[in-house]
């Protein structure tokens, strides 16, 4: 919404600033940062009094987890909240990556938000139906692709680019439409899934913002683009600064979640964050990338997947628990190491998909 002062810069000519994503980008990070810090302990004490019991701790889970018991959930509303006041105040509103971006991610919330009160309000892990929550997941993704597609060149925004080759696009046409939703989705649950132990998830998803800001920007700009011999996609750009409120937004959620956490952020939150990361892949023509920059939720999922194929198949199960996270636990490690195990993990691969952007 600021960016429109830039049309003033001949009155005043400190206003043309408002013209860059770079000054947006960081004014989206600092106001998304200074929102959940200053309105978060009243919506953890608003949550805290309606909750009552809070989040459901597993019982068959590493004892040292009931001490956790108590503790409210859906701490996504201030990530997301903090999130959508930057991008109002600090995007290009009138671009249309923008809003398919804003609407998956609210689209999600949503759905994860409506989990979490299942689960709160029964005490039960079984929220939201499984196939029901899929399936308004799918659409949801599946409407974002097609206004991506719609604003997108010819031709490109139905291809899926690959990493180290500057010239091979695959065309799906329509088929696309599946794809992108597909990567919409299982970028959801995978960090979905990913969420289990205190500021587990919200730093990846904060690298891969971090990343995927940089793509955005690089991939928006046509002498970058050309340099770098990756796919230009004019307008992705703006798409920077909703990475940066993600970082400044989860900044200050990590305040709030750092060991002993006084809010975990919850489906509401873990949900819409990895549609959003989905949902900017799919326009910046990186969705196979995310499967590298966000390789730690990918392994999360995988381990899921395993664990119950193999249970159902022979009645076994290949880790001690699932998500993967989970079984380290078991295996001894101490949860403050499994984090920052897993945050380091999330950094290599982080600059493992960055360095596709030059080996072209």
Request: with cysteine.
């Amino acid at each position: 919404m600021l960016q429109w002062l830039s049309q003033l810069h001949d009155l005043f000519p400190g206003l043309n600033v408002f013209r860059y994503i770079t000054f947006r980008t960081g004014g989206a990070i600092v106001t998304a940062l200074l929102f959940v810090f200053l309105f978060g302990p009243s919506i953890i004490s608003t949550l805290r009094l309606k909750q009552g019991k809070g989040q459901p701790i597993r019982s068959d889970g590493p004892q040292s987890h009931l001490l956790k018991k108590g503790t409210p959930t859906m701490g996504g509303l201030m990530i997301l909240s903090g999130l959508m006041v930057a991008v109002l105040l600090w995007a290009n509103l009138s671009n249309p990556y923008v809003w398919a971006v804003l609407a998956v991610t609210a689209g999600f919330g949503v759905i994860g938000f409506y989990d979490d009160y299942l689960k709160v309000t029964k005490q039960t892990h079984a929220g939201f139906s499984g196939k029901a929550r899929l399936a308004a997941e799918a659409l949801i993704g599946g409407l974002a692709v097609i206004a991506i597609v719609h604003a997108g060149k010819s031709g490109l925004s139905t291809s899926v680019a690959f990493p180290f080759f500057k010239d091979l696009l695959l065309d799906l046409g329509w088929f696309f439409v599946l794809f992108g939703g597909f990567v919409i989705v299982a970028a959801g649950n995978a960090v979905n899934l990913t969420d289990g132990l205190d500021g587990l998830a919200i730093v990846p998803v904060m690298i891969a913002a971090g990343s995927f800001g940089v793509i955005a920007y690089l991939s928006g700009n046509v002498l970058f683009a050309d340099y770098l011999q990756i796919h230009y996609v004019a307008g992705v750009g703006e798409l920077a600064v909703i990475c940066g409120a993600i970082i400044g937004a989860g900044l200050g959620f990590l305040w709030f979640n750092a060991p002993p956490a006084q809010i975990f952020m919850g489906d509401t939150g873990s949900l819409a964050l990895g549609g959003l990361l989905g949902t900017v892949a799919v326009a910046t023509k990186h969705e196979i990338v995310l499967a590298v920059i966000g390789g730690l939720f990918v392994l999360e999922a995988i381990s899921v997947i395993v664990q119950v194929i193999s249970f159902r198949l022979t009645g076994k199960r290949v880790f001690r628990m699932a998500p993967i996270h989970h079984h380290f636990e078991q295996l001894g490690w101490t949860e403050s190491q499994v984090v920052i195990r897993f945050w380091i993990v999330a950094v290599v691969l982080a600059l493992l998909g960055l360095a596709t952007l030059k080996l072209r």
